[in-house]
């Protein structure tokens, strides 16, 4: 039998073995973490709208009409209005033609890929891509081919060799990193070889292009360059789910063939109601975008001056560089006594030797938060030698 106790063991001396902490109150920048005060910088709420009082108002005021519970799958009688209004503001909101809404992004990725592509198909996958776009891929039973990360000159040397249907598949905004993928070169590309590229902006909608539509609007790329797009709405948008938006004849077929979509229970409908309402926020709010990027720039600026080694990101995803796991753990724990929580993350979320701190910045946090997070960097900088980065 397999021992689990020695595997556990193993993992713990690789420097490997993870742990939760336990947050009281609300998502914001102030937690309370196992009962201590820390001032977060590793949530993915980059428009501080997962606590947002007009949110939790629609959610509130949803319920007594919607009921809670989904009841339900889609397909049998759990498809309500609600969802049905959140796909069509999904749709409006992202300039496509039409949207599904899905229970979380890993289902939409794993239900999407395993959908549009089969046996005898190739998918075309960025080193880099998220856990639920791999798994995914493994799933459709289509071969898979990794290019190297951003890599179109690779993945179109590929394309012109492979048979059958191509899937080419990317991180809009890849999570660890921060950078964002070539969107015009990859959809170049994917015409010239006949592929269909599916983009996950899981951390783009809400942050990047006009009004926060996405990577995808911001690159000046429509529908027939990106015929699919995945989006989810945990992270920016600050409620939970995700979608695919793209052509009424992809979401008939989605909806006949997606697993992930047809054999789960509906989302309550009440948190489609307050998805809405965040997605109002998000349109008419500049101001939030605003100020992030300003957060984005100050940090770099400071960081890097100070000698840590960031990433090419201009989104808020800003990795600090470290590379050894021990090292990364290190540095996490002495923020953490410095009433700072960054997250160290580690191999298998990324390569071998690319431990980091993953600092993300989000609206809802001030200038002096930054601060605090800077000075307390400055003060943890002899802790990291920044030689053994293998990037
Ligand atoms: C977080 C994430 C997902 C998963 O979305 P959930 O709604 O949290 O399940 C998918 N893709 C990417 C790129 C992500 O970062």
């Given at each position: 039998?397999?021992?689990?106790?020695?595997?556990?063991?193993q993992?713990?001396?690789?420097?490997?073995?993870?742990?939760?902490?336990?947050?009281?109150?609300?998502?914001?920048?102030?937690?309370?973490s196992?009962?201590?005060?820390?001032?977060?910088?590793?949530?993915?709420?980059?428009?501080?709208?997962?606590?947002?009082?007009?949110?939790?108002?629609?959610l509130?005021?949803?319920?007594?009409?919607?009921?809670?519970?989904?009841?339900?799958?889609?397909?049998?009688?759990?498809?309500?209005?609600?969802?049905?209004?959140?796909?069509?503001?999904?749709?409006?909101?992202?300039?496509?033609?039409?949207?599904?809404?899905f229970?979380?992004?890993?289902?939409?990725?794993?239900?999407?890929?395993?959908?549009?592509?089969?046996?005898?198909?190739?998918?075309?996958?960025?080193?880099?891509?998220?856990?639920?776009?791999?798994?995914?891929?493994?799933?459709?039973?289509?071969?898979?081919?990794?290019?190297?990360?951003?890599?179109?000159?690779?993945?179109?040397?590929?394309?012109?060799?492979?048979?059958?249907?191509?899937?080419?598949?990317?991180d809009?905004?890849?999570?660890?990193?921060?950078?964002?993928?070539?969107?015009?070169?990859?959809?170049?590309?994917?015409?010239?070889?006949?592929?269909?590229?599916?983009?996950?902006?899981?951390?783009?909608?809400?942050?990047?292009?006009?009004?926060?539509?996405?990577?995808?609007?911001?690159?000046?790329?429509?529908?027939?360059?990106?015929?699919?797009?995945?989006?989810?709405?945990?992270?920016?948008?600050g409620?939970?789910?995700?979608?695919?938006?793209?052509?009424?004849?992809?979401?008939?077929?989605?909806?006949?063939?997606?697993?992930?979509?047809?054999?789960?229970?509906?989302?309550?409908?009440?948190?489609?109601?307050?998805?809405?309402?965040?997605?109002?926020?998000?349109?008419?709010?500049d101001?939030?975008?605003?100020?992030?990027?300003?957060?984005?720039?100050?940090?770099?600026?400071?960081?890097?001056?100070?000698?840590?080694?960031?990433?090419?990101?201009?989104?808020?995803?800003?990795?600090?560089?470290?590379?050894?796991?021990?090292?990364?753990?290190?540095?996490?724990?002495?923020?953490?006594?410095?009433?700072?929580?960054?997250?160290?993350?580690?191999?298998?979320?990324?390569?071998?030797?690319?431990a980091?701190?993953?600092?993300?910045?989000?609206?809802?946090?001030s200038?002096?938060?930054?601060?605090?997070?800077?000075?307390?960097?400055?003060?943890?900088?002899?802790?990291?030698?920044?030689?053994d980065?293998?990037?």
């Amino acid at each position: 039998m397999r021992d689990f106790t020695l595997e556990l063991e193993q993992r713990k001396q690789a420097g490997l073995y993870r742990t939760r902490r336990q947050i009281s109150g609300p998502q914001q920048p102030a937690l309370t973490s196992d009962g201590r005060p820390l001032l977060s910088f590793c949530s993915n709420d980059y428009l501080g709208l997962a606590s947002h009082p007009a949110n939790i108002k629609a959610l509130r005021d949803a319920l007594p009409e919607t009921g809670l519970g989904g009841a339900a799958s889609h397909l049998i009688c759990g498809h309500h209005d609600a969802h049905h209004q959140l796909e069509q503001r999904l749709a409006e909101f992202t300039g496509r033609s039409s949207a599904l809404f899905f229970s979380t992004g890993y289902m939409a990725n794993m239900g999407v890929i395993s959908a549009l592509a089969g046996r005898g198909d190739t998918i075309f996958s960025d080193r880099l891509n998220h856990a639920s776009i791999i798994d995914g891929c493994i799933l459709s039973r289509a071969k898979i081919r990794r290019y190297a990360h951003g890599n179109v000159a690779e993945l179109e040397a590929m394309l012109a060799k492979a048979s059958g249907h191509k899937l080419v598949v990317t991180d809009g905004v890849f999570s660890m990193d921060g950078d964002v993928a070539p969107l015009k070169e990859l959809a170049r590309v994917c015409r010239a070889h006949d592929a269909l590229l599916v983009v996950d902006d899981a951390h783009g909608i809400g942050v990047l292009g006009p009004q926060g539509r996405g990577s995808i609007v911001e690159q000046g790329l429509s529908e027939e360059d990106v015929p699919v797009l995945i989006g989810t709405l945990g992270k920016a948008v600050g409620t939970s789910g995700a979608f695919v938006a793209g052509s009424p004849v992809l979401m008939d077929y989605l909806i006949q063939k997606a697993r992930t979509y047809i054999y789960t229970t509906a989302m309550p409908p009440a948190i489609a109601v307050a998805t809405c309402a965040s997605i109002d926020l998000i349109e008419q709010d500049d101001e939030r975008r605003r100020h992030l990027r300003e957060l984005v720039a100050v940090f770099r600026e400071e960081a890097s001056s100070m000698g840590y080694e960031l990433m090419p990101s201009r989104t808020p995803i800003q990795p600090i560089m470290i590379g050894d796991n021990w090292a990364a753990l290190e540095l996490s724990r002495a923020l953490e006594e410095r009433g700072m929580l960054v997250t160290a993350i580690r191999p298998p979320t990324v390569p071998e030797g690319q431990a980091r701190l993953r600092v993300t910045l989000s609206a809802s946090h001030s200038r002096a938060d930054l601060d605090q997070l800077l000075e307390a960097l400055s003060q943890c900088r002899h802790l990291v030698a920044q030689t053994d980065v293998a990037v």
